[in-house]
Nanobody, 116 residues
């Protein structure tokens, strides 16, 4: 079965850093896949925060540019989201996402809480 397994969330103070990891099934960890990170805060819609396209381009939401970096490791089939200078408004459940062929896959979600 295809799976995306997330880890790395937690509680951090404003200005701190976290790195999220998403281990992706080998069968869909492809150069043709679209990969990214979404987040959803309570009462708000899910939003795309960072993506890594099949063409090698990286995109970021304006709210996280300069603070977040998406990357991947092809040896371990892992997608990362490095989050620096975290702000309270970054508090949300973060979801890894892969779009490959005709299918869309989601991680289970990991909670990120930024609070003093």
């Amino acid at each position: 079965q295809v799976q995306l397994v997330e880890s790395g969330g937690g509680l951090v103070q404003p200005g701190g850093s976290l790195r999220l990891s998403c281990v992706v099934s080998q069968s869909i960890f492809s150069r043709h896949a679209l990969m990214g990170w979404y987040r959803q805060a309570p009462g708000k819609e899910r939003e795309l925060v960072a993506s890594f396209t099949s063409g090698g381009s990286r995109t970021y939401a304006d709210s996280v540019k300069g603070r977040f970096t998406i990357s991947k490791d092809t040896l371990t089939n892992t997608v990362y989201l490095q989050m620096n200078n975290l702000k309270p408004e970054d508090t949300a459940v973060y979801y890894c996402n892969v779009q490959y062929s005709r299918s869309v896959y989601w991680g289970q979600g990991t909670q990120v809480t930024v609070s003093s």
